[in-house]
């Protein structure tokens, strides 16, 4: 089945400790997208990459790092830089010339905890 | 800059019922308005989307309503059920919609 894979489910992390979240897409999609879930306040844009070897911020990308060496994987760096990293974080897809009403592909998401 | 804004932020609908969440944009420049369904710990499937040429699609129970002069859209769940308990997001994007700006969620319940 295709889809998107992001890994772990769950992710404690120390304070002043860089984390990498996985994402991996069999789509063979073009666009991917980094998003951060808080309560109340919506999916707010990191950084996203409509093709590899390139990437954008988003709204949101200070304390973050992303890198896009394959088409089929899009990993985030949570940086000790980043003073407030707990939240769920959601990976998605987009094919990149298709129709735009097919929208976005989500993961299932990773819940950062700093502990 | 909220872009974006979506209400009510929480929404209660006995089985059977009519679901409405609003949504209102600043940006001119969408083209492009999806609405999200999200169930707790998976991420947002989509379930509906309208182009502003249109002021209306239905998609089954679910109907998007457009409105490009006030610069508001809304979703509309008819015949409420259970099964539709979730937290729904509206969305704006522009062109190819290479990057979208959510709205702050709904969590509605459909109480039996």
């Known amino acids: 089945d295709g889809g998107i894979t992001q890994s772990p489910k769950y992710l404690f992390r120390k304070e002043g400790q860089n984390v990498t979240l996985s994402c991996e897409q069999n789509?063979?999609?073009?666009?991917m997208y980094w998003y951060r879930q808080d309560p109340g306040q919506g999916l707010r844009l990191i950084y996203y990459?409509?093709?590899?070897?390139?990437?954008q911020k988003g709204d949101i990308a200070e304390g973050y790092s992303v890198s896009r060496e394959k088409k089929e994987s899009f990993p985030l760096t949570v940086t000790s830089a980043q003073k407030n990293p707990t939240a769920f974080y959601l990976c998605?897809?987009?094919?990149?010339?298709?129709?735009?009403?097919?929208?976005?592909?989500f993961g299932s998401g990773t819940r950062l905890t700093v502990v | 800059q909220q872009q974006v804004k979506q209400s009510p932020q929480s929404l209660i609908v006995q089985k059977g019922g009519i679901s409405i969440i609003n949504c209102a944009y600043e940006n001119t420049a969408f083209d492009y308005f999806p609405w999200y369904q999200q169930f707790p710990g998976k991420g947002p499937a989509l379930l509906i989307a309208?182009?502003?040429?249109?002021s209306e699609k239905k998609e089954g129970r679910f109907t998007i309503s457009f409105n490009k002069s006030a610069k508001q859209f809304s979703l509309h769940i008819m015949d409420s059920q259970p099964g539709d308990s979730a937290t729904y997001f509206c969305?704006?994007?522009?062109?190819?919609?290479?990057?979208?700006?959510f709205g702050t969620g709904t969590r509605l319940q459909v109480t039996l």
């Open positions: 969305a704006a994007g522009t062109g190819t919609a290479s990057k979208l700006t």
């Open positions: 309208i182009r502003p040429d249109v």
């Open positions: 789509l063979n999609h073009d666009a």
């Open positions: 998605a897809s987009k094919p990149g010339t298709s129709d735009s009403l097919y929208g976005y592909t």
């Open positions: 990459s409509q093709i590899v070897n390139d990437f």
